[in-house]
């Protein structure tokens, strides 16, 4: 079947229409029918202003064989003739208006007119359930009608059951009743504003006299109609869904200029039994004029813009030679209402000056082309697929055009090697190395995309796991139910993951596609799901025999990477959905097992694009993880999209809500789409949005019962959180270990950020779960969030719990690059930073404080063997309500080493603290987290270090917390102060012993051989005697090369105030003696101090216990602090909280 240009009948009914690619009906009949076989046409070329002539040929090749008995002749594909010609004469819908109360079925009619030119013994239908049960399968579609909803971009999909006669000549018409929606394939249907896009992939032929099925027609290359865009025929097919159980008709929005010549505008509104109201975009409209005593009728149209889509309102010419004194209107309704079709007249006069306008402007809606004035979206995923790169120069290419045009995630094809995995082009992993390298360095996150089901490039692995087909020959698509292909490819992901340093994994091919497997472990699996042999399941068995595989391969992936990499963001790339191949993207993303939903988005047409990705949306209940893929080429002809046409496509996703925009690929992008993107939506830059990594809890479990509304706060908070657990195989801190390298996680680590803001001032403390942070680190950190939020340097509190088993930061033994582990931890700290300011709420707040005895122990007075037992047993905490009492979260504070777990299991934990805080956020809902006080000398009550230390005094913690928060009264008057100084403390007078310590060489012959093994084994725990001898003569020696250059450091120290209680921040390890001495001088207020925030420069004894020599005290890199250094702070910092209470 192919559209070909009459030029005799051009003065027909559609004679001058300009047609915008109507690829309408029937492009590619391919059938056995009447003996002769019906062709593919590839041909996708339509003339302008050509009637819709459609030519059924016969020639070649079929996808199907029909059944030949009823047919009695041989294929002949040398004897191509035509069969059978009709053209498309008008498409027409009596209703305007359709009942519909949310409910899968549909019910409605529209019609086809058509003139059969030449005739054949056949006839077409959609109808379900008629066509060959496994012709669907092959194809992966069955016909269906398309419905775009206006009023919600989206695309529905109904069924219906036409029926259109090519047996005789002459002029048909063919009415076409829909009764049901599928809810797979397309959206849910909702009320409002819908057209009938067209017929998606296929007809079914009939024998005319039989009714029986023959074959089926695939309307190859491009599976939809165009309706929409058809001069005089989209407009018939546009309707309004409503509830109908009631409603009410009027004319409204009148606008006119009231001068000879001019123009005037009016709407038809529906409001239904819900009482949603509706604009209706056809109707029967007519209009008279009065104008110097005399009435005439006027011409009136419903607008539609170029695309088809309708404008919802209509538009009249007032008389050129007259000026208009009186308009009455009279527009006729058809509503097709539970109680059948009703006709409802309604009319409306307007005498002139009403709705009197100078300037007439034509409303527009979606798809119109019009930007809208969106706010800067400097937080979107911006992704790139890449193909082709397979030299380090065309990475360097790669990564320049990106960070060039402000993208900020590269997706690289990958494939399976045998040293794990490669870029697709490449020969071997040392490519894909550097191009993590070079990503991240630049500011790009990795996700590469793996090809999970289609095995065809692997033939070794496909003739492992390839599907079974009946004859006992390999199919290219792996068998998802099998376990052992499950295991293989999840450890495939597992070790790309790990190995490479990966942000995500981008699951591709993650369909079946019409392979179906009939191994005997699929035929003892498939008749104990069903009770019944395989080779007896139907179509729908298989459906959904595959969805449940297919749900269990990404389950058993993503599951697998979690363990490894809990941040790691796990996506899948999905097409327009098929019933068959088991691919259900959006409910894969509604259950967790994968984090981003990549909705397939290549159509030429912007309108199905939108339509599609519209639909996805409306399955998916997290809409911000659902990110539109957009062709840079269109398809069917893989022609290379305009720079402009990408760019609406871009400005529409985002009308749509979309938080990611993915362009697929790099081979395809021209220079021009790269400078269209940097000059267009991409000018600034941008975060990706990846929404799993950021939380904002709500908190239902404790409410105040006030009386009286509370008066609405000045004070506003914003709470922010993101993951920046390490992977497997990283170097961590684990300190006093000679395996740095994480075997696991027990639990996830996180940057917390907080932000305090009234009218005076405003703050942000971040609390990050590692060891430490380097001045360096701290200064670049707060340059990134001074460049989300314009704060001072001393508005910005950034401190270390002091985790021993988190990432590696402060370079305690050379070769180790923690580069990875800093990026990591400045991303994470953006990204908390940036969800706490973008949802801020109006709060009040005030301090609360409980006592933890015997959770603390003085570890430097058991070190001396004294009897001292000075500790400091308060857990102070700020409790954060919302403007109307709800409770939402706590940060607290208290003073001990992070140490219960150090080293067990070599796995990343946040300790003791990480414990407290999950009971109390599992107890009382909202946020809560951790800052670390004056802890150099304090440890938890000592013990052997484990996992269930950890457990145990963090339950304990826990217990003691959650009563006293809910008794603390709060308040919306919260003053908020900083100030910060940079001080000169002292350095240590010992001298560091180098006298009986590894030399500098031999120091760093066993660091390097550390630091370059993949996995550091057991035996090493052997080797704890010479790795600590290492590592202390490293620090001494560095020590010592400082000591040459100074006596003095400097460091910063600031001061804060919120409410009631100061805070100092010391960047170190300083001893509680400390804590005791700042409180002693503000007797009248809560003074507390905040280790490791804003740098580290290691331990801080007091004066008396300097003088003794322990580990806190011995000279080494980490405890060069001099025997005043915490006098100074401390003086320092009285000083400036004096000056905070005076402001």
């Not at 009435?295 to 309102?313: C, H, K, L, M, S």
């Not at 969106?374 to 960070?403: C, M, Q």
């Not at 826990?958 to 928060?965: G, R, S």
């Amino acid at each position: 079947m192919k559209i070909t240009t009459d030029e005799s009948k051009t003065g027909t009914l559609l004679s001058g229409s300009k047609f915008l690619h109507p690829k309408l009906l029937l492009r590619s009949f391919m059938a056995s029918v009447i003996g002769i076989s019906i062709p593919f046409i590839q041909d996708n070329v339509y003339a302008e202003n050509d009637p819709m002539l459609i030519e059924i040929t016969s020639g070649q090749g079929r996808i199907l064989k029909a059944d030949k008995s009823e047919v009695g002749k041989e294929d002949n594909a040398d004897s191509a003739q035509i069969l059978a010609r009709f053209r498309l004469e008008k498409m027409t819908m009596k209703d305007h208006v359709i009942h519909y109360q949310n409910t899968k079925d549909v019910n409605f009619e529209f019609s086809m007119i058509y003139d059969v030119i030449n005739e054949a013994p056949i006839m077409l239908t959609s109808q379900k359930g008629l066509g060959y049960e496994w012709y669907g399968w092959q194809l992966g579609y069955e016909p269906e009608w398309l419905l775009y909803n206006y009023s919600s971009p989206r695309i529905s999909q109904v069924y219906a059951r036409e029926r259109i006669d090519l047996s005789q000549k002459g002029v048909f018409e063919s009415v076409i009743p829909v009764y049901a929606s599928d809810q797979v394939r397309g959206a849910p249907l909702v009320k409002g504003i819908h057209g009938v896009a067209g017929l998606f992939y296929l007809y079914y032929i009939l024998d005319a006299k039989s009714d029986k099925y023959l074959d089926a027609s695939p309307l190859k290359n491009d599976p939809w109609m165009k309706l929409a865009q058809i001069d005089g025929i989209g407009k018939n097919l546009t309707f309004t869904l409503a509830n109908l159980q009631s409603y009410s008709l009027r004319i409204d929005d009148f606008k006119g200029n009231w001068k000879a010549g001019g123009e005037f505008h009016m709407r038809i509104k529906l409001k239904d039994a819900d009482g949603d109201e509706f604009n209706i975009p056809r109707a029967d409209v007519s209009v008279k004029c009065v104008a110097n005593g005399q009435t005439r009728p006027i011409p009136i149209e419903a607008v539609f813009d170029e695309n088809g889509i309708p404008q919802n309102y209509y538009r009249g010419k007032l008389p050129d030679d007259a000026v208009a004194d009186e308009l009455s209107f009279e527009a006729r309704v058809s509503c097709l209402s539970p109680d059948g079709r009703k006709e409802t007249v309604i009319t409306k006069v307007f005498k002139k000056g009403d709705g009197a306008t100078e300037k007439m402007s034509e409303p527009r809606i979606l798809l119109s082309g019009v930007e809208k004035k969106l706010p800067s979206a400097n937080k979107e995923t911006r992704a790139l697929y890449s193909v082709d790169v397979n030299t380090k120069e065309s990475i360097d290419t790669l990564i320049k055009n990106l960070n060039d045009a402000n993208f900020n995630v590269v997706i690289p094809a990958i494939w399976p090697s045998p040293d794990g995995v490669r870029l697709r082009r490449a020969d071997n992993s040392e490519l894909l190395n550097y191009l993590v390298e070079r990503a991240h360095k630049s500011g790009l996150e990795v996700h590469p995309y793996y090809s999970v089901m289609n095995l065809k490039r692997a033939k070794d692995i496909m003739a492992q796991f390839g599907s079974l087909n009946p004859d006992g020959t390999r199919n290219n698509f792996a068998c998802c139910h099998r376990p052992d292909f499950r295991k293989w490819v999840s450890a495939k992901l597992v070790e790309a993951v790990s190995k490479y340093n990966l942000d995500g994994i981008n699951l591709d091919f993650i369909r079946t596609q019409s392979a179906r497997c009939f191994c005997d472990y699929c035929k003892t699996a498939f008749k104990q799901e069903f009770g019944k042999d395989i080779a007896d399941g139907n179509s729908d068995d298989w459906i959904s025999w595959q969805e449940k595989g297919m749900r269990e391969v990404v389950a058993c992936i993503s599951s697998s990477i979690k363990k490894v990499k809990p941040q790691a963001i796990v996506s899948a790339y999905c097409l327009v959905p098929q019933k068959r191949g088991g691919q259900r993207g959006w409910q894969w993303l509604n259950s967790g097992i994968i984090d981003v939903m990549m909705q397939s988005a290549y159509a030429n047409d912007t309108f199905l694009r939108v339509g599609y990705v519209g639909a996805a949306m409306a399955k998916a209940e997290n809409k911000d993880n659902l990110y539109p893929c957009l062709g840079v080429h269109s398809k069917p002809q893989l022609r290379v999209r305009e720079p402009a046409r990408l760019q609406e496509d871009i400005i529409l996703m985002r009308q749509l809500g979309a938080k990611g925009i993915v362009l697929f690929c790099d081979h395809i992008m021209t220079d021009e789409h790269f400078r269209m993107l940097k000059e267009g939506p991409f000018a600034e830059k941008a975060r990706p949005f990846f929404q799993k990594n950021l939380f904002f809890m709500s908190s239902p479990n404790l409410k105040k019962n006030r009386k009286t509304k509370m008066k609405k706060s000045k004070f506003s908070v914003g709470y922010g959180v993101s993951d920046i657990t390490p992977s497997i195989g990283e170097f961590c801190s684990f300190r006093l270990s000679p395996n740095k390298r994480s075997l696991g996680v027990h639990d996830n680590l996180y940057a917390h950020a907080l932000y305090l803001g009234n009218s005076r001032d405003e703050m942000i403390l971040v609390s990050v779960d590692c060891v430490a942070l380097p001045d360096v680190t701290v200064m670049k950190i707060k340059q990134a969030v001074r460049e989300i939020i314009p704060l001072t340097e001393a508005q910005i509190l950034l401190a270390a719990t002091h985790t021993h088993n988190g990432a590696e930061t402060i370079g305690e033994e050379p070769y180790v690059d923690n580069s990875l582990q800093i990026e990591r931890i400045l991303r994470g700290v953006t990204d908390a930073v940036s969800f706490a300011i973008e949802n801020k709420f109006e709060a009040r707040a005030a301090w609360g404080n409980a006592d933890l005895p015997g959770i603390a122990k003085n570890r430097f007075a058991a070190r001396i063997g004294s009897d001292i037992t000075k500790v400091d047993s308060r857990a102070d905490f700020l409790k954060i309500e919302d403007a109307d009492g709800n409770y939402k979260g706590i940060f607290w504070h208290f003073a001990a080493h992070p140490t219960t777990c150090m080293k067990a299991g070599y796995m990343n934990s946040a300790d003791y603290y990480g414990v407290a805080n999950k009971l109390v956020m599992e107890k009382l809902g909202g946020f809560c987290f951790f800052f670390n006080g004056a802890c150099g000398n304090i440890n938890p009550e000592l013990g052997k270090r484990s996992f269930e230390r950890s457990e145990h005094f963090g339950r304990e913690i826990a217990e003691k917390l959650i009563p006293e928060i809910p008794i603390v009264e709060t308040s919306a008057d919260i003053d908020l102060k900083s100030d910060i100084t940079e001080i000169s403390i002292p350095l240590t007078s010992k001298k560091p012993d180098i006298s009986s310590v590894p030399s500098r060489d031999e120091i760093l012959e066993y660091f390097k051989n550390i630091s370059s093994l993949e996995i550091l084994p057991d035996e090493y725990e052997k080797h704890w005697l010479r790795y600590q001898s290492c590592r202390t003569a490293w620090w001494r020696h560095k020590l010592i090369d400082i000591l040459k250059e100074k006596d003095s450091e400097n460091i910063k120290v600031a001061a804060h105030k919120i409410g009631d209680t100061f805070i100092l921040t010391v960047p170190g390890e300083i001893f509680i003696e400390f804590q005791f001495e700042l409180q002693n001088a503000f007797p009248s207020y809560r003074a507390m101090i905040f280790g490791y925030s804003n740098g580290y420069c290691g331990y801080i004894p007091d004066a008396a216990s300097f003088e003794f020599d322990t580990y806190e005290t011995i000279p080494t890199l980490f405890h060069k602090a001099g025997k005043n250094a915490g006098a100074e702070i401390v003086k320092k910092g009285v000083t400036l909280i004096h000056k905070l209470s005076q402001k």
